[in-house]
């Protein structure tokens, strides 16, 4: 089964195009490295590296105004492949779609996601638009 870490550059460029407007909510799944894949060799857990991008990236999350709205530890698959488990999952909410892409254009942004991508094996990015609700789901 194919792993991934970055979007690729279709995918990118379809989002970026793709008209949303008003806050956006991006659903980030986990799964972490055992042992962080570094190409300068440096020594590191999948959970140490990904902390190392947290840090690292609050300041450019921080200034496009991004806040995270929501975060938990999966347990268990009730519905879907039981072995596609993931470490951790959660929503950052963004201003605007812009606000996002603002942020990972940023060339300090660029700078340090490598702690990013050493860390992840694999996961998923969905954005999501807050819609009104009529009492009944849909």
């Known amino acids: 089964m194919p792993h991934f870490v970055d979007p ?3 995918a990118f460029r379809q989002f970026a195009e793709k008209a949303i407007e008003g806050p956006v909510q991006m ?3 986990i799964k972490l490295r055992e042992r962080a894949a570094y190409d300068d060799g440096r020594e590191a857990s ?3 590296a990904y902390k190392a991008y947290s840090a690292a990236s609050a300041e450019f999350f921080e200034k496009v105004g991004g806040e995270i709205t929501w975060r938990g ?3 268990f698959p009730v519905i ?7 470490d951790l999952g959660f929503v950052a909410t963004y201003p605007s779609k812009d606000a996002f892409l603002q942020m990972v254009k940023d060339p300090g942004y660029q700078a340090i996601v ?4 050493a860390a992840v094996l694999d996961s998923r990015l969905y954005c999501f638009k807050t819609v ?3 009492g009944a789901f849909g």
């Open 8 to 10: 690729d550059r279709d």
């Open 46 to 48: 999948g959970a140490e």
């Open 80 to 86: 879907g492949p039981r072995d596609q488990v993931w």
């Open 114 to 117: 490598f702690h990013r991508q």
């Open 27 to 29: 659903l980030n799944l």
């Open 73 to 75: 530890v999966p347990q």
């Open 132 to 134: 009104e609700s009529d």
